[in-house]
């Protein structure tokens, strides 16, 4: 068997876990991985040959995965040099995907019947949120709520919003309320900025998202899900999903699998359980009127 390629570009946090991923496979690959930083060389680790280089070309060979984890502000100019210079398979985009929206629509231009384009917003992959899904085709959907204190809830908005596209197969969302005060407060990015308050957002079943970030709440981040028959509530830092019958208030308390992008990012290799570059538009879209409604022209939103 051929050995398959992957190409990496970036090498930052994110980066080094999408290459660690695939470090843990025993099988023949060729990973190209692309950072400013590096200077020419070769390694192997067991069957796996490593070329670092620090700049986008022709490499002449067919890539199997391709994966872009640099800053947003460099990634749709990265995009055009790799769909120019080399076929992909799939490509993987970081998020938020593009600084704006006009790179988002140009970025759309590009693809092609030879290349598939993908979002990493992976909740969706995960086995348990899959699972979850598969027991909602039986109930009516009516509300999902996250709520947390001082976790970034601009920096992490997309994965909630994709979460509802995904958990509610709906791929139409309003920002229908919001009451974040405007008092910001510095982002865990340098130079970027955040805030408190709520955001709540409706599709087109009036099925209701609501996003929280409050400054009084000291438990861990949790996420509640309402439906016509039970709710769920899941703390995904403690692994668990608590299930309550809302007529007779029994409670089954389970197991909840978290996902770490160490532990996924090779199973793009065989299939990609994300969402694909033109329905994630409706998300970013969305994200992108609630930065342009908060923040003013002097001040960043946390895209990095």
Known sequence: MSKQNILIVGLGNIGKRHLESFLKLNKKLVIYCVDIKFSEKRTKINNIDILYT?????????????????????????????????????????????????????????????????????????PSYRNLKKNLSNEDLKLIEIQGYNWGILSNMIHFLDLFSYLSNDKK????????????????????FEVFGSFIFKNSFMNLLIVSDNKFFNKNSIIRIETSKNTFEINEKMKEIRKTNNNSRSIKISKFQTSLQSDISSDYLKKV??????ESLVTHKILFECYSKIFPKNKKYPIT
């Open 54 to 126: 620090n700049s986008i070309k022709e490499f002449k060979k067919i890539f199997d995965v391709c994966i872009i984890a640099t800053n947003s502000n460099e990634r749709f100019k990265i995009l055009k040099k790799v769909v120019k210079n080399n076929l992909c398979k799939k490509i993987i985009l970081e998020k938020v995907t593009f600084s704006n929206l006009a790179q988002y629509k140009e970025a759309q231009k590009l693809l092609n019947s030879k290349t598939k384009i993908y979002i990493n917003c992976p909740r969706r992959s995960w």
């Open 273 to 278: 359980n994300l969402v694909d570059l033109n």
């Open 173 to 192: 969302i309003e920002l229908i309320y919001d009451d974040c005060n405007k008092t910001f407060s510095s982002s865990k990015r340098n130079g970027y």
